[in-house]
C-alpha cells in the first residue's frame, strides 16, 4: 500500500530565507514556488538519487505543534558525520545524537534554523538499492 515518500513538507516563518538555506545546503535552486512573483508561500526542491520533494510552507499554513517532536524523516547521507557537521556550521542544532542501530545503520538529527528536525542517516539497504539502479 505504501510505495515510498513523495513529498515531505517543512515550515518556516521566513520561506524565502529557509529557501536559501536549503539551496546551500542541497547545492541546488528551489525548482518550484509559488507564487512566481513576489514573496514566496511555497517552494520546493527535488532531492536525492529518487528525486523527492522537499517542500517548504510558510508557517501561517501549520497545523498542529512545530516543537520538533514526532517522526523524523531521516534523509540518507554517505558521510554522516561530515554531513553533521557541515549542518551544523551553517546554523542548524543539534536534535539526537550519533546513534547505531546495527551495522551499516546510523542515524543523527538535527533542528533547522526554522524549527523542523532534519534526520540524517547512513543506510547500507539504501545505497544497494540506488547502487541496483543505477
Known amino acids: 500500500m505504501l510505495r515510498g515518500m513523495t513529498t515531505i513538507t517543512y515550515y518556516a516563518d521566513d520561506v524565502a530565507a ?6 546551500e545546503v542541497l547545492g541546488i535552486e528551489a525548482y518550484f514556488v509559488r507564487p512566481e512573483e513576489g514573496t ?10 529518487f528525486l523527492h520533494e522537499l517542500g517548504i510552507l ?7 505543534d512545530r516543537t520538533g517532536g514526532g517522526p ?3 534523509w540518507a547521507v554517505d558521510d554522516l558525520g561530515a ?10 542544532t ?12 546510523v542515524t543523527a538529527s538535527v533542528l533547522d534554523p526554522f524549527g523542523n528536525v ?11 538499492i540506488a ?4
Open 118 to 128: 532534519l534526520g540524517l542517516m547512513y543506510n547500507e539497504h539504501y545505497l544497494r
Open 94 to 105: 543539534p536534535h539526537r545524537e550519533l546513534v547505531e542501530h546495527g551495522p551499516g545503520y
Open 40 to 49: 514566496p508561500a511555497y517552494v520546493e526542491f527535488r532531492v536525492g538519487d
Open 58 to 64: 510558510d508557517a501561517a499554513y501549520a497545523t498542529g
Open 18 to 23: 529557509a529557501r536559501d538555506w536549503y539551496a
Open 131 to 134: 547502487e541496483a539502479k543505477a
Open 72 to 74: 523524523i524523516t531521516y
Open 83 to 92: 554531513s553533521l557537521e557541515r549542518l551544523l556550521a551553517l546554523g542548524a
